[in-house]
């Protein structure tokens, strides 16, 4: 009796003593610091802060020691004391070089987005072309003279130029719905790299504030708030490339800032006809404080590019010694584009627990591209050149209002939103040419108009080391298509509402691993015409997605993850911008494993590495029949980066992938590559000294492939064989960086 009785007086003391210390994350100057992981070392338990940079933390009590984690500052450890109890405490985290010892492993959701964002740190994107290579198993490739969107490869999907990702800046959506050229057309070239502060990703179906697109998976890319100081490069390479990149900082106030950012390039390539690519690109954002608890934002940028391409072109052709490799079939090839951007974004505190964000956007788009695959196929007289172009507006809003409650012992935090996009898609048009000024024949030819509307919940249920996260998602589409090639007025319309719910768990039993399971629905994303031409039947095929993985952090600076995936598809319409058809190609299926390294051998030598295995194929066709079109099988990335070591700093990356079929019956194989990238820098005072090297042992290797069936002037039956572009050989540049 005595024992018991000295147990419960134990434990009501230790009650009293554990209390809920309540708190605030700022920076250096202020500034409240949302998501930041507070820990306790002593209880084990943890939070986070909110938008407003305060958090609540349960099972506290006097001497327990509380730490902070949050990637690019100094880990903050503080003692707590009996005042601390009544009062709130306030933590003022340093900047300091960003590390693996500062991730901590919890059951948050985008753990694996902080990890990676630490490559992005060590080994800053230097052109267009890295900008989504930073994405783990992602695989671009370019096959038009540099200004067309790049071709994209991710969990077995050849997504093309964006059919099956959704791609945004700022929450600006980059895919364009119904695009001459094909579904879900991305192209990224508004977005200078050197603006580049974060790039938030996901792979799977399973994010209910992602719609349209989401597939395979989305890319969300954040610009910079400020800049430190402003910036001139000038880059000078082989095959005449050249570029200048500006960044100015133009306003710096307690409550608002803004810069300029400019770049412009061009280049020839390795081609025997000069590719005669020129970009130019102009970008401002401006910040300010309307209140202490409002912010607004205004982003504007404008983009424009023309070029020449030599094209894919046929291996029988370069084996017969008519053309090199870097020849061409039809140099007439080539195109020009344009986007002009207007975002501006607002966010809200209304309490302590809660807040609203605001975007609303507009942009401007024109497209004109000159392409011939199949050469003297269709035509033997004047060629099979194409021309697809369209003239495009983009309206559109989001709002979301989100939430943080505390139900007892679960933290309850949710996030409703809704929002609406427009596109005035105006002369879409597919036409035979000739020399790129003659129209021979229009294949197709109208307007788009297609409405997307959408709300979503996103709910999270923290209950310490579990993580419970339901979501669900409604999107409205309506598609026009008005067709001008008929002899009377002829506009179809079709619409359709698809629900499509998630499910994200996570689980951290301590500090150094988490196992999570992510499930969803979503939808093979639909072009217009399709929709139109195939009656509204299947308008919005379903995908239905698994992941089951684990992060491990072996020791203070070695990461480890890897998942298991599944995806499946209820089918694939797939409009054909090149040839104005459509290809239904069924349903599908996809499993693959994902594993990825992360490793701080030393302060100053950073090592990473992901490898990725898929299985694609198409159910409904007979096994030896049944694969997917360059679909990638096993991809890998990674790389070394070394800096601070003397003034001097760079890395060595690669990229690989296997041989895959490049047709359903695996007969025709488009060749794999193994290519390597150097980099290094040296600092002297203001200035930065820099040698890039593509492709460092001068492989040959080829960026993109396809299976073409095509005719060449001199044959009398066509032929089913690889066309390809080369991939660039070794290709110097210098670089000069003043900064001010």
Not at 408 to 417: H, K, L, N, R
Request: net charge negative.
């Amino acid at each position: 009796m005595k024992s018991i009785l000295i147990w419960s007086m134990l434990l009501c003391c230790a009650y009293a003593q554990s209390q809920t210390l309540k708190g605030k994350v700022v920076t250096q100057n202020n500034t409240p610091m949302e998501d930041v992981a507070i820990f306790n070392k002593d209880s084990g338990t943890h939070s986070h802060t909110n938008s407003q940079g305060t958090f609540i933390l349960d099972n506290v009590s006097v001497n327990d020691q509380i730490y902070s984690s949050y990637l690019g500052y100094e880990t903050f450890v503080y003692t707590v004391a009996e005042e601390d109890l009544s009062s709130e405490i306030t933590i003022t985290l340093q900047q300091s070089a960003v590390s693996l010892s500062q991730i901590v492993i919890s059951p948050e959701v985008n753990t694996l987005n902080q990890i990676v964002s630490i490559d992005l740190q060590n080994d800053p994107v230097k052109n267009t072309q890295e900008v989504l290579r930073k994405v783990p198993g992602l695989i671009i490739g370019q096959h038009a003279g540099g200004g067309k969107a790049e071709q994209i490869f991710l969990r077995g999907f050849d997504i093309d130029h964006g059919t099956d990702i959704s791609l945004s800046v700022d929450g600006l959506p980059v895919n364009m719905v119904s695009h001459a050229h094909g579904q879900g057309y991305s192209d990224l070239h508004f977005l200078i790299p050197e603006t580049i502060e974060k790039i938030d990703f996901g792979k799977g179906p399973f994010y209910a504030e992602r719609g349209d697109f989401t597939t395979a998976g989305y890319v969300a890319f954040k610009t910079k708030e400020r800049i430190d100081n402003s910036s001139v490069s000038v880059e000078l390479g082989d095959f005449n490339s050249f570029r200048t990149v500006g960044l100015f900082n133009v306003l710096e106030t307690e409550k608002s800032n803004a810069y300029i950012a400019s770049s412009y390039n061009s280049f020839d390539g390795p081609y025997d006809t000069p590719q005669n690519f020129n970009r130019f690109n102009l970008m401002g954002k401006y910040n300010f404080k309307v209140a202490q608890d409002q912010e607004v934002s205004f982003t504007a940028s404008h983009f424009q590019s023309k070029w020449d391409a030599s094209g894919q072109i046929p291996q029988r052709a370069v084996d017969a010694g008519i053309i090199g490799r870097f020849g061409a079939i039809d140099d007439t090839e080539g195109g020009n584009t344009s986007r002009t951007n207007v975002l501006v974004n607002h966010s809200k505190i209304l309490t302590d627990n809660s807040k609203l964000k605001t975007s609303a956007f507009y942009s401007h788009y024109d497209f004109q591209l000159f392409s011939n695959f199949t050469f003297f196929l269709e035509d033997p007289v004047n060629g099979d050149q194409i021309m697809q172009q369209e003239d495009r507006n983009i309206l559109g809003f989001q709002t979301a209002y989100s939430k943080d409650l505390n139900l007892g012992s679960t933290d309850f935090e949710y996030t409703a939103g809704m929002g609406i996009r427009y596109d005035d898609v105006n002369n879409v048009e597919l036409s035979r040419t000739k020399n790129r000024k003659e129209i021979l024949e229009r294949l197709a030819f109208g307007n788009v108009d297609e409405l997307n509307a959408f709300a979503f919940l996103n709910t999270e249920f923290d209950m310490g080391d579990f993580k419970v996260a339901p979501g669900l998602r409604l999107d409205y589409f309506k598609f026009d298509y008005e067709n001008f090639l008929t002899e009377t007025y002829d506009n179809k319309s079709e619409s359709k509402v698809f629900a499509s719910p998630k499910l994200n768990v996570t689980y951290s039993p301590n500090r150094t691993l988490q196992l999570f399971l992510k499930t969803g629905v979503g939808f093979h994303s639909n072009d217009a015409r399709v929709v139109v031409a195939n009656n509204g039947e299947d308008i919005l095929p379903a995908a239905y997605g698994t992941d089951i993985g684990a992060i491990y952090k072996i020791t203070d600076k070695f990461i480890i993850n890897s998942t298991l995936w599944s995806l499946f598809l209820d089918q694939e319409f797939v409009y054909v911008g090149d040839a104005g058809i459509v290809e239904p190609s069924g349903k599908s299926r996809r499993l693959g494993v994902d594993f990825g390294m992360r490793y701080e051998a030393l302060d100053w030598l950073y090592l990473f590495g992901d490898i990725n295995y898929t299985y694609a194929r198409s159910t409904d066709e007979p096994e030896g029949a049944d694969y997917i079109p360059l679909a990638p099988d096993l991809t890998s990335t990674g790389g070394v980066t070394f800096e601070n070591v003397g003034d001097f700093s760079g890395g060595l990356n690669y990229r690989f992938i296997k041989d895959r079929a490049a047709n359903e019956d695996n007969s025709i194989i488009a060749e794999g590559y193994f290519v390597t990238d150097f980099n290094i820098n040296y600092t002297y005072k203001n200035f930065v000294f820099g040698i890039i090297v593509e492709n460092l042992f001068d492989t040959e290797w080829n960026e993109t492939q396809f299976a073409t069936e095509s005719r060449l002037f001199n044959e009398a039956e066509p032929t089913e064989e690889i066309h390809f572009t080369p991939g660039t050989p070794f290709f110097l540049r210098g670089k000069v960086t003043v900064n001010f």
